[in-house]
């Protein structure tokens, strides 16, 4: 059954792409029809690709790994944070730091300043500092918080990437093609689709649009983690089971050892006068 239906992806408001003069010629296999100088993109086509991206974001988090969500545009912002916080996945909605992929040691360098400033808080080292310089630090503190606190608990590369606008996070996606990161991506029909992985065709400039595209992927997201969870907890049962039957059989034949030797020394005793 799909995660999404063609009446559902209506009323959100998918099916709206961009003006004639402003299409991307790539994205003709998604384009419906044309009405009033606007292409209308093929629904049913969006339906299939939800799930088909959904199925290998299940995948991917089946394993335990990390999708990091991409939307810097002002429309998208507050839907990717809550979708993404759901399912405990990183995300960045300010401005994306160039080099956060292939330069990714520097960023997490950043990340462990803001984590050693809060210790160096929490412990009173800052309580001799003029109001001058703890004000310079906090500041300093609140910009890395907002840039990059969506990302703290980010310690490895993430598996892959999950793109709002390929065109305004193109650089976001440069830096996944080049470290062979796959991306998932809402792609409108102004955008080139080429280098994404994983295309939803869709409207995505509208809120709606985003929300129930989204919606769909994160719940195949939390599906994947808690089956991960489940067979997390059925490997832990079984090998406790085994466990069990090894130190079960390891008694056995104990017991079985000692009965000889048992019967050994009631043979040699004495007999009772």
Known sequence: ???????????AGCHFGHLRRKWNPA??????MERNGIHIIDLNKTVAKIDEAAEA?????????????VATKKQAKDVVAEKAASVNMPYVIERWPGGMLTNFPTIRKAVKKM?????LMNDGTFSNLSKRELL???????????NLGSIADLSRLPSALFVIDVMKEHIAVKEANRLGIPVFAIVDTNSNPKNIDYVIPANDDAKDSIDVVLGACCAAIAEGIEERKVEKADEKAAAEQNEAA????????KARKEEPAKAEEAAEAPAAE
């Open 115 to 119: 984590t050693n400033i809060d210790k």
């Open 27 to 32: 994205m003709a296999p998604y384009i419906f």
């Open 136 to 146: 310079q630090i906090t500041r300093q503190r609140a910009k890395l918080e907002k």
């Open 1 to 11: 059954m799909s995660r999404t239906n063609f009446d559902q992806l209506l009323e």
């Open 57 to 69: 974001l299940k995948q991917i988090a089946k394993q335990g790994k990390k999708i990091l969500f």
């Open 246 to 253: 090894a130190e079960s059989k390891k008694r056995v034949r």
